[in-house]
T-cell receptor, first 119, second 114 residues
């Protein structure tokens, strides 16, 4: 299988606090993990690409100092929303690509998502 | 960068009828096109994908077609069932050794009426 978990599934925090979201590949090693943001009834917007052992690559318009990404191992990536504000409230989803997959095999396996509400 | 357009945004069909969702992409270098189904509050699930060296792929009631020249691809669901009701996303990417990123379409909310 290829299972990706996220923790927490839901988090409510006060404005100004920081929130850490974990993304884990449970039964495979992931060289690359991706972080998406999804607003209600909208599509998935890629925020950043996280590679194990190197700095994340952020998409245009995404503040790297606000959304800190750490990919410390082949099974774990974390997204920290720093100084969260109500406009950061959203559904955050990670995905992972298997390490060692052939060039032609490109499937991403998604986590269940984390719903962040900032009061 | 890549841009993916998806139509329609909503689609209501009668149970047993077919549903067709169309996507266009802008980057001719894109060579991998997955389709995802997402139920409310859940993770996207891959339902079918196609690579640019193939024009059509079928898996039971689901099929995808790709026209590289026109840069568009479509999802076809036949004999729709109520459990097919969900949001469907198309995506496009360029496969390379170091991994790649998916660019998603805007999504189509499908409602299958019993």
């Amino acid at each position: 299988g290829a299972v990706v978990s996220q923790h927490p599934s839901r988090v409510i925090c006060k404005s100004g606090t920081s929130v850490k979201i974990e993304c884990r590949s449970l039964d495979f090693q992931a060289t690359t993990m991706f972080w998406y943001r999804q607003f209600p009834k909208q599509s998935l917007m890629l925020m950043a690409t996280s590679n194990e052992g190197s700095k994340a690559t952020y998409e245009q318009g995404v503040e790297k100092d606000k959304f800190l990404i750490n990919h410390a191992s082949l099974t774990l990536s974390t997204l920290t929303v720093t100084s969260a504000h109500p406009e950061d409230s959203s559904f955050y989803i990670c995905s992972a690509r298997k390490r060692g997959g052939s060039i032609s095999y490109n499937e991403q396996f998604f986590g269940p998502g984390t719903r962040l509400t900032v009061l | 960068g890549e841009n993916v357009e998806q139509h329609p945004s909503t689609l209501s069909v009668q149970e047993g009828d077919s549903a067709v969702i169309k996507c266009t992409y802008s980057d001719s270098a894109s060579n991998y096109f997955p389709w995802y189904k997402q139920e409310l509050g859940k993770r996207p699930q891959l339902i079918i994908d196609i690579r640019s060296n193939v024009g059509e792929k079928k898996d039971q009631r689901i099929a995808v077609t790709l026209n590289k020249t026109a840069k568009h691809f479509s999802l076809h669901i036949t004999e729709t069932q109520p459990e097919d009701s969900a949001v469907y996303f198309c995506a496009a990417s360029i496969v390379k050794a170091a991994g790649n990123k998916l660019t998603f379409g805007g999504g189509t909310r499908v409602l299958v009426k019993p």
